[in-house]
């Protein structure tokens, strides 16, 4: 989608574990690929568009397809729709990438 190349120096080996671990990895490279490149853009956007805002909403870390904010309560509602917004805009795809915001005190109470 991103025009990401990887390649696989393993796929022709002769080694049967060699060679299947190459081909598992060439399986999975475009899937896993595509959204990490979904989800580096969705930051880089979101980063861009709190900073312009003037928010004070910081973005703290990424897990996986997750990402985790710092807040003031007087701007959740603000950054929540900003977060959406460049999160579900981040690529343009046959299906629509749905966002879930999820607000807690920590980590664990925002599921």
């Known amino acids: ?39 580096k853009i969705a930051m880089i956007n979101v980063f861009k568009a709190l900073k312009n805002t003037g928010l004070q909403t910081k973005m703290i870390m990424q897990v996986h397809d997750e990402l985790l904010f710092e ?16 999160m ?6 046959d299906v629509p990438l749905v966002v879930e915001i999820g607000v807690g005190d920590d980590w664990t109470s925002t599921k």
Do not use: H, W
């Open 71 to 86: 807040a003031p309560e007087n701007e959740i509602d603000k950054a929540s729709q900003i977060i959406r917004r460049e």
């Open 1 to 39: 989608l991103f025009g990401r190349r990887r390649y696989f120096p393993g796929i022709k080996d002769r080694n049967f574990a060699v060679r299947s671990r190459a081909e598992r990895e060439a399986i999975n490279m475009p899937i896993q690929g595509t959204a990490s490149d979904i989800v």
């Open 88 to 93: 579900e805009s981040a690529a343009t795809l």
